[in-house]
């Protein structure tokens, strides 16, 4: 017979002595229960989370994206306070565009926080980005009504503007804003479309009260600059991104004359970066509530530890006797060893399913995707296992040193 | 089958005096034999009935088990031994709680190699005559029935000898003297009994008496006429197991 025989036979003694002691068993398997269940929960909408978070970045910054700022450490255009950075060109993203390979189109941006903005008796305030033709690509967004400007319209600084739904509606109610005159600030401006919506950005901001002007005539006519704000590129192939963003770092840095050791005065923005802080805003679900879930499990393991030893004490004569027929101190050992595990697995597994039950709901109310972490189903597993075996091995060698001399007469 | 050489177990305190348990014990029995070791509390009868079973090692002395010599052997080694040929009953039955009366016979099984455990088990308790309750709890038991039950489970790995210490203390007289019974039928197929006790009319069922004080052998005689238990059950008014 196989040695596994043994083995097995051993297991299905320990199942049924944990069915026999049902009141035992629950309270054995409920830290680990709450333990499994919470890491399950926490994995599961950290994921969903990122998930949603990500695919909202995605449409307009996916793998292929980099964004180069002017000043260190902004991201996407974020309206800041102070510092106009003067030193991004146009003439530097031009040498960029053509030095550094596997660049396919690129678009740069200048931006008016608010201006006021009237047409006939309606006016609002609302903020004025300058691009290029190529924005429709780079941005991925074009125009539901009307077209996009172009070439000759940004060459000759045309005064023509883009407006968003939110800018049509409120200036215009149920008219055609096509064609029609606008004023932005004290200039003039002919509407020559409406902005595909968008909706709210990952910062909060209402993408359809913006309007679009041609980037030369916001530096020129509006702002009277000659530096821009920021400008998005679109790379060729992703995996190259690491090599370009170097390349750039290095144009940048010799044009600009910056020593060595003198900080950037410019920032780049990659998708990589855009994940890591992503991830650290999901930190707490990916770090701080599984620890908290950690603590759980280590009360359970103390629990059941505590509990085993009570059993083990009550159990003596019983371990007396299965010596006397026949069984070994590791058989002994084995046994012990193994109720606890079987319990710990038990309940890891009843964990895993009610927090998978839990994450359908907590899906649903936060507007989240329904996503299983495989990580936690994984995760999950192993530390029942372990927390199982920590805890039964020290009862478990009590249980084994026990000789029937000593308990059955 | 059994023989023991000059055995001493010696007890020693962390700080005390030595124990002498046993001392110069050397005796032999037959297979076949239906043998009772009586003592009084404390004469050691139960050091020499562990040390005998193999759930304790003599400090001196050879045991020589079947032909061989297990005195000095490795626990694990008399683990086998006992599994496969040693069955025990006790006083106080140690029947797992919970657990039917055929989990419970089935128990040695589960650390030999052999197949066919629940076959095994029921032709056990068959013999004991305890069928209609293999479902049945310790606790829906009586003492009597429970110590039979007992003896299904020493009996299931078809052991050589079966060594008993004192099978009927917690029992009373009708269901001692069945399990006696039980004792001297299984005895009447061959089986080697060891039955240790201090009452000498249990030991009078027995064929031969070895009487131990002091941690020796003070006698060793032949019973000329055992006494029959199924006499003395029928003797007795009220039901009785079925006719051993």
Do not use: C
Not at chain 1, 158 to 175: M, P, T, W
Not at chain 1, 284 to 310: C, K, Q, R, W
Not at chain 1, 333 to 359: K, P
């Amino acid at each position: 017979m196989a040695p596994g025989g043994r083995l097995i036979r051993i297991l299905g003694s320990s199942a049924r002595i944990m069915r026999r002691h049902k009141l035992r068993t629950f309270f054995m398997m409920v830290g680990v229960v709450v333990g499994i269940t919470t890491l399950t929960l926490v994995f599961s909408i950290g994921k969903g989370t990122q998930q949603k978070v990500m695919g909202a970045i995605e449409k307009i910054f996916n793998a292929r994206s980099i964004m180069i700022s002017a000043g260190g450490g902004r991201m996407m255009g974020r309206p800041g306070a102070g510092e106009a950075v003067t030193t991004l060109t146009l003439e530097d993203l031009e040498t960029i565009f053509a030095d550094v390979a596997g660049i396919d189109v690129w678009d740069p941006m200048q931006m008016i926080p608010g201006r006021e903005v009237r047409y006939r008796e309606n006016s609002g305030s609302y903020r004025i980005l300058g691009h290029s033709p190529n924005a429709e690509r780079v941005w991925n967004r074009g125009v539901s009504r009307g077209r996009f400007f172009d070439e000759a319209q940004v060459e000759t600084s045309s005064r023509v503007a883009l407006i968003g739904e939110n800018v049509a509606l409120e200036l215009f109610g149920d008219a055609d804003p096509i064609n029609e005159q606008i004023r932005i600030g004290s200039v003039p401006f002919r509407v020559i479309g409406i902005l595909e919506v968008v909706g709210a950005d990952p910062h909060g901001m209402n993408r359809d009260s913006e309007i679009y002007i041609p980037y030369t005539t916001a530096m020129r006519r509006l702002m009277n600059v000659d530096y821009i704000m920021a400008a998005k590129l679109l790379v060729h192939d992703p995996d190259e991104m690491p090599g370009i963003v170097e390349r750039i770092t290095e144009i940048l840095r010799e044009r600009h004359r910056l020593a060595e050791g003198v900080p950037d005065d410019f920032s780049i923005l990659t998708p990589i970066k855009v994940q890591e802080m992503v991830a650290r805003a999901l930190r707490i679900f990916n770090v701080f509530l599984p620890i908290i879930a950690g603590i759980s499990l280590l009360v359970g393991g103390v629990v059941i530890a505590n509990l085993m030893l009570i059993s083990v004490g009550e159990r003596r004569s019983e371990i007396g006797l299965r010596k006397a027929v026949g069984a070994r101190s590791r058989d002994i050992l084995l046994q012990f060893l193994m109720e606890a595990t079987v319990i710990t697995l038990a309940g890891g597994l009843v964990g895993i399913v009610i927090g998978l039950v839990g994450v359908r709901a907590f899906a649903g109310m936060l507007n989240i995707p329904v996503a299983v972490s495989g990580k936690a189903l994984v995760l999950g597993i192993l530390f029942s296992t372990l927390v199982g075996l920590a805890a039964g091995v020290f009862p478990a060698r009590r249980a084994a040193a026990l000789e029937p001399v000593e308990t059955l007469q | 089958m059994i023989q023991l050489q000059d055995i001493a177990k010696i007890y020693r305190a962390h700080d005390g005096p030595e124990v002498r348990a046993l001392s110069d014990v050397s005796l032999e029995i037959a297979e076949g034999e239906f043998v009772a070791i009586v003592g009084v509390s404390g004469s050691g009868k139960s050091t020499l009935m562990n040390i005998m079973g193999m759930l304790d090692q003599p400090t001196s002395g050879s045991y020589r088990f079947d032909g061989e010599e297990v005195a000095r052997l490795g626990i694990d080694k008399l683990a086998r031994i006992r599994n496969g040929k040693l069955g025990f009953v006790f006083q106080s039955f140690h029947l797992l709680p919970r657990t039917s009366a055929l989990e419970n016979v089935e128990l040695p099984l589960v650390y030999s190699d052999r197949s066919d455990v629940r076959g095994l088990a029921r032709r056990a308790l068959r013999a004991v005559d305890l069928e209609d309750r293999v479902s049945h709890h310790p606790g829906e038991m009586s003492g009597g029935q429970q110590q039979r039950v007992a003896i299904a489970r020493a009996l299931v790995n078809e052991p050589d000898v079966i060594f008993a210490d004192e099978p009927t203390g917690n029992l009373d007289t009708r269901s001692g003297l069945e399990v006696i019974g039980i004792f001297q039928q299984l005895n009447r197929q061959g089986k080697t009994i060891v039955l240790v006790t201090h009452d000498t009319l249990i030991a009078g069922h027995a064929g031969r008496i070895l009487r131990i004080a002091d941690g020796r052998i003070v006698a060793d005689e032949a019973v000329a006429q055992p006494k029959s238990a199924a006499e003395a059950l029928a003797g007795m008014p009220g039901e009785t197991a079925a006719a051993p």
